[in-house]
């Protein structure tokens, strides 16, 4: 029978066996991102379900939850396997029904189970006599509730002896979504497939993939350890929500890094010519500039945050020059003028450089 509440911390409790689950949330992430990045989404983890996709229309009403009940295994899954799942997908598709966040007259659920593992649905073919499968793996790799022959519809709706389902939980079966996902079963081997595809989806836009996919990797992990307020799940609730915006921001970051060290590479020389920064410092000068980058990134830095201000507040003398470097110069004059700094001579020639391209090439 259906039930009117679903367990929702146990997830958060047990968090050491959820890699699969935060890693497959990034493949699905990552094969979507090119239709998604231009709509307003966000990702819940062990909220609802395993993996929440939700979208937003341009009234900021909810039009669409897309869920997965991930779960990895080293054999395959046959029917009566999972019924169980079926249940606490349909169990969790009525509760997000029933949630009270503003959604779209044309609002949609998609719930899917997925697995690295072959899904194996076997019926009996009323016209042929005899028992038929429906395989879900890498030839095949995902298959809606609503696409199977009626007698496999049929049979899944049935149950088994242990578990029955009731007219509220068949008519969620609608939405329900079987899928296969070509992850590894060992956590070393998923990241190496995740480091993979973040090459592939960004390519040189991004100059350390490894380092990209740690760090989604760093924020889906904070959701996921956030337990549900008052022990109820809620779309609304902004504790377990990684919401689009901030993935384009660690996105950004992560891209103009990346253009910061090719303009740093590019004008280095000339840099170091018209701060007259020696040889020996020049060395490492690409590397202070590297490190200023991330040292803005921290508000509790204030030297950083005190250059960055003032290259902010200068923005206007830009216009004056055609040339960086020059006006890299001239705002290194300025600030010596005007501020002071407990920073070494080559830090804080590096750090201006790299503040005057954030701030050049803000949005």
């Given at each position: 029978?259906?039930?009117?509440?679903?367990?929702?911390?146990s997830?958060?409790?047990?968090?050491?066996?959820f890699?699969?689950?935060?890693?497959?949330?990034?493949?699905?992430f990552?094969?979507?991102?090119?239709?998604?990045?231009?709509?307003?989404?966000?990702?819940?983890?062990?909220?609802?379900?395993?993996?929440?996709?939700?979208?937003?229309?341009?009234?900021?009403?909810?039009?669409?939850?897309?869920?997965?009940?991930?779960?990895?295994s080293?054999?395959?899954?046959?029917?009566?396997?999972?019924?169980?799942?079926?249940?606490?997908?349909?169990?969790?598709?009525?509760?997000?029904?029933?949630?009270?966040?503003?959604?779209s007259?044309?609002?949609?659920?998609?719930?899917?189970?997925?697995?690295?593992?072959?899904?194996?649905?076997?019926?009996?073919?009323?016209?042929?006599?005899?028992?038929?499968?429906?395989?879900?793996?890498?030839?095949?790799?995902?298959?809606?509730?609503?696409?199977?022959?009626?007698?496999?519809?049929?049979?899944l709706?049935?149950?088994?002896?242990?578990?029955?389902?009731?007219?509220?939980?068949?008519?969620h079966?609608?939405?329900?979504n079987?899928?296969?996902?070509?992850?590894?079963?060992?956590?070393?081997?998923?990241?190496?497939l995740?480091?993979?595809?973040?090459?592939?989806?960004?390519?040189?836009?991004?100059?350390?993939?490894?380092?990209?996919?740690?760090?989604?990797?760093?924020?889906?992990?904070?959701?996921?350890?956030?337990?549900?307020?008052?022990?109820?799940?809620?779309?609304?609730?902004?504790?377990?929500?990684?919401?689009?915006?901030?993935?384009?921001?660690?996105?950004?970051?992560?891209?103009?890094?990346?253009?910061?060290?090719?303009?740093?590479?590019?004008?280095?020389?000339?840099?170091?010519?018209?701060?007259?920064?020696?040889?020996?410092?020049?060395?490492?000068?690409?590397?202070?500039?590297?490190?200023?980058?991330?040292?803005?990134?921290?508000?509790?830095?204030?030297?950083?945050?005190?250059?960055?201000r003032?290259?902010?507040?200068?923005?206007?003398?830009?216009?004056?020059?055609t040339?960086?470097?020059?006006?890299i110069?001239?705002?290194?004059?300025?600030?010596?003028?005007?501020?002071?700094?407990?920073?070494?001579?080559?830090?804080?020639?590096?750090?201006?450089?790299?503040?005057?391209?954030?701030?050049?090439?803000?949005?």
């Amino acid at each position: 029978m259906a039930k009117g509440k679903i367990d929702t911390n146990s997830g958060v409790q047990a968090s050491v066996g959820f890699d699969f689950q935060r890693n497959t949330c990034i493949y699905v992430f990552l094969d979507n991102y090119i239709g998604w990045k231009n709509q307003e989404y966000f990702i819940m983890l062990e909220h609802y379900d395993d993996i929440v996709f939700g979208f937003l229309n341009t009234n900021g009403e909810l039009s669409q939850v897309t869920t997965y009940q991930a779960k990895k295994s080293s054999t395959v899954w046959t029917t009566n396997k999972v019924y169980e799942i079926i249940q606490k997908i349909s169990n969790s598709g009525i509760e997000m029904f029933k949630d009270n966040i503003s959604k779209s007259g044309n609002y949609k659920q998609s719930q899917h189970f997925i697995s690295n593992n072959t899904i194996a649905l076997d019926y009996k073919c009323s016209t042929e006599k005899k028992t038929k499968k429906v395989y879900v793996n890498e030839t095949n790799e995902s298959v809606t509730y609503t696409s199977l022959d009626v007698d496999c519809q049929n049979s899944l709706k049935k149950g088994n002896s242990d578990i029955k389902f009731d007219s509220e939980q068949i008519e969620h079966f609608k939405n329900l979504n079987f899928t296969y996902i070509d992850l590894g079963r060992n956590t070393k081997s998923q990241l190496e497939l995740l480091r993979g595809k973040f090459e592939t989806v960004f390519g040189k836009s991004i100059i350390d993939h490894t380092a990209a996919r740690d760090t989604l990797i760093f924020h889906l992990k904070e959701i996921e350890s956030t337990y549900n307020q008052g022990d109820i799940p809620k779309f609304s609730d902004k504790h377990k929500r990684l919401e689009s915006a901030k993935i384009d921001i660690i996105l950004n970051i992560l891209t103009t890094k990346n253009l910061a060290l090719d303009f740093c590479r590019k004008k280095a020389e000339k840099i170091c010519e018209e701060l007259s920064i020696n040889v020996f410092d020049a060395m490492s000068f690409e590397l202070d500039f590297e490190n200023s980058l991330d040292e803005f990134k921290d508000l509790k830095q204030g030297e950083h945050q005190k250059i960055i201000r003032f290259i902010e507040s200068k923005k206007s003398i830009f216009w004056n020059f055609t040339n960086d470097v020059l006006c890299i110069k001239e705002l290194y004059g300025l600030f010596l003028k005007e501020q002071n700094s407990t920073l070494n001579s080559l830090q804080l020639k590096a750090s201006m450089a790299a503040a005057y391209f954030l701030i050049l090439n803000q949005k």
